[in-house]
């Protein structure tokens, strides 16, 4: 079992910026691709950024692209997603998830695959 807890959503003004953190427990964190999703009110969940278990690679929705950033310290088994710009449609639910590391992947692997865990979420709400 992976358990992971998100922290650092909150309130803020359009324009401004959140670091949101995912810290992960229970398994060996490099075993695991990571990624953010995302899920507004009465809209689907949708993916947001991942990153391969290095850290060497990441992927990113073409709505996000150039204002997020993901990153991961493996030493401290956490992922980040520093959020900049940010719109009032960017508001919703942020969830952690984890995919254990199996073959090759690209960013459509995290539209297609299930994720093998997920947070509880951390709400950022942006205002106009």
């Known amino acids: 079992q992976v358990q992971l807890v998100e922290s650092g959503g909150g309130l803020v003004q359009a324009g401004g910026s959140l670091r949101l953190s995912c810290a992960a427990s229970g398994r060996t964190f490099s075993d695991y691709h990571m990624g953010w999703f995302r899920q507004a009110p009465g809209k689907e969940r949708e993916f947001v950024a991942a990153i391969n278990w290095s850290g060497g690679n990441t992927y990113y929705a073409d709505s996000v692209k150039g204002r997020f950033t993901i990153s991961r310290d493996n030493a401290k088994n956490t992922v980040y997603l520093q959020m900049n710009s940010l719109e009032p449609e960017d508001t919703a639910v942020y969830y952690c998830?984890?995919?254990?590391?199996?073959?090759?992947?690209?960013?459509?692997?995290?539209?297609?695959?299930?994720?093998?865990?997920w947070g509880q979420g951390t709400q950022v709400t942006v205002s106009s």
């Open positions: 998830a984890a995919f254990a590391v199996k073959g090759g992947i690209d960013r459509s692997t995290f539209y297609r695959r299930p994720a093998d865990y």
